[in-house]
C-alpha cells in the first residue's frame, strides 16, 4: 500500500464522526442548486421537464454521498468486530482518530508506547485496506 492510499484511509478515520454531517450539507447543497421544493414540484407535474422525484434521485445517486456513506459502513463495521474481539485497537482508533489524542495520552491511558502505537496503527489501517478492496472501495496499486 503507497503512502497516499494509507493517508486517505486515515482521512475517513479521522472524518469517521463527521461523515452524516457531510453527507447532509452536500445534500443541503444539491438540494438548493436543484432548487427543490413545493413551487419546482408543481411546475415539474404541469410541465413534461424534469420531475422532482428525478431531481431527488440525483441527489441520491451522487458519486460523493455514495462514496462517503460505504466508507462510514465499512469503518462501522470494522469498529464493530474491533469492539467485541480486540478492545486495543478499538481504543486506539476512538483516542487517535475521534479523540485526537496524541502519542502521550494514548500511551498513558492505553499502557502502549510508541513502537506499539505504530505497529498498531499499521496493522488497522492495513486491516482497513483490505476490506476496502473487497468492497470495491480501492484499487490495489
Known amino acids: 500500500m503507497n503512502r497516499d492510499i494509507y493517508k486517505k484511509i486515515e482521512k475517513y478515520l479521522y472524518k469517521y464522526k463527521n461523515i452524516d454531517t457531510s453527507i447532509k450539507d452536500i445534500k443541503n447543497s444539491i438540494a438548493e442548486h436543484l432548487q427543490l421544493g413545493y413551487s419546482n414540484w408543481i411546475k415539474s407535474k404541469t410541465n413534461n421537464g424534469i420531475t ?4 431527488i434521485i440525483e441527489m441520491e445517486n451522487n458519486r460523493t454521498i455514495l462514496k462517503l456513506e460505504a466508507w462510514k459502513e465499512l469503518i462501522s463495521e470494522i469498529l464493530e468486530k474491533y469492539k467485541k474481539f480486540d478492545v486495543i485497537k478499538y481504543q486506539y482508533i476512538c483516542l487517535k482518530y475521534f479523540n485526537n489524542a496524541n502519542i502521550e495520552e494514548i500511551t498513558e491511558k492505553l499502557q502502549v508506547n510508541k513502537k506499539e502505537q505504530k505497529d498498531m496503527q499499521d496493522i ?5 485496506f483490505s476490506c476496502a478492496i473487497r468492497k470495491k472501495l480501492l484499487k490495489r496499486e
Open 124 to 128: 488497522i489501517i492495513k486491516h482497513i
Open 52 to 55: 422532482l422525484e428525478d431531481k
